[in-house]
């Protein structure tokens, strides 16, 4: 069996206890106990977890807008939101914030709780069982980590000094991470040039060059970008690739 890790963001020094008490008792590991957002934050991106326990009303940054941060840097750990709150409104408007977001209502009911954990843990099981990997990237121009889900990764290329990653959705992180590096850490991307790593789920087809000494590029699905195929890596994308 996994053994998960969890953050836990609670100001109330005994509910952070008793939280703490709880996931060990149920096979997770508390990586941290942190009573601000900002903390949060900073925790987070330095040791990213699986999941958060979390209180909406932190110290300083509130735990809704701290969880949108990390989103936006990519770290996306389940979450369990425990609250006192019983306006069902602000509920269900956390609950459609965060993703994958399981609600536990103050005081704490042990088994509510327990149940919460187990719903959580079934759900991360669901994601090692189908290899859904994840690639730690270093962002450019900060001391900070970026993780991606390796399927959201359309292609990668070297830039002068960067390197630019194009995801599915249209968007793009610059990242200072070596391709050699990148290309370890995956099951799927490959490469088909010296500077460029190519997600092989998003490869339609191949074509011939006929202006240019490279030889052929890639075509991908739902792009317009023309990926370089070098003749020696031609080969290798036949063997993985059906096109």
């Given at each position: 069996?996994?053994?998960y890790?969890?953050i ?6 005994h509910?952070?206890?008793l939280?703490?008490?709880?996931c060990?008792?149920n096979?997770?590991?508390v990586?941290e106990i942190?009573s ?6 900073s925790s987070?991106?330095n040791?990213?977890p699986d999941?958060i326990v979390?209180d909406?009303?932190l ?5 809704i807008t ?5 989103y936006?840097?990519?770290i996306?750990p389940?979450?369990i939101v425990?609250s ?5 409104k602000?509920?269900?408007?956390t609950?459609?914030?965060l993703?994958?977001a399981?609600f536990?209502?103050?005081?704490i009911y ?8 187990e719903r959580v843990?079934s ?6 069982e189908?290899n859904e ?12 980590t970026?993780?991606l889900?390796?399927?959201?990764i359309l292609?990668?290329k070297r830039?002068?000094n960067?390197?630019?990653v194009?995801l599915?959705?249209?968007e ?5 991470s070596?391709?050699e ?6 099951d799927l991307?490959?490469s088909?040039y010296?500077s460029?790593?190519?997600n092989?789920?998003y490869i339609e087809?191949?074509?011939?060059e006929f ?5 052929y590029?890639l075509v ?7 990926i370089p195929?070098?003749r020696?890596k031609?080969?290798?994308i ?6």
């Open positions: 069996m996994n053994s890790n969890v836990i963001a609670e100001d109330n020094e509910i952070a206890e939280i703490c008490k709880l060990m008792q096979g997770l590991h990586l942190v601000s957002g900002g903390s949060l934050v987070c991106i040791n990213p999941i979390l909406i009303s110290v300083g940054l509130d735990g701290a969880v949108e941060l990390l936006q840097k990519g996306r389940k979450i425990v006192g709150t019983h306006d069902m602000i509920v269900v408007a609950l459609n914030k993703e994958a399981f536990v209502s103050k005081p042990v088994p509510e709780f327990k149940k919460a954990i843990i759900l991360l099981t669901q994601n090692t189908t990997k994840k690639i730690t990237l270093r962002v450019k121009g900060l001391h900070e970026l993780v889900a390796e399927k959201d292609f990668i830039e002068i960067y390197s630019k194009v599915v959705n249209g793009y992180k610059e990242v200072t070596k391709l590096e990148i290309e370890a850490q995956s991307l490959l088909p010296q460029y790593l190519v092989k789920n087809d191949y074509k011939k202006f240019k000494t490279r030889g590029y991908l699905k739902n792009s317009l970008e023309k195929l070098s020696q031609l080969k290798m036949k063997s993985e690739v059906k096109v």
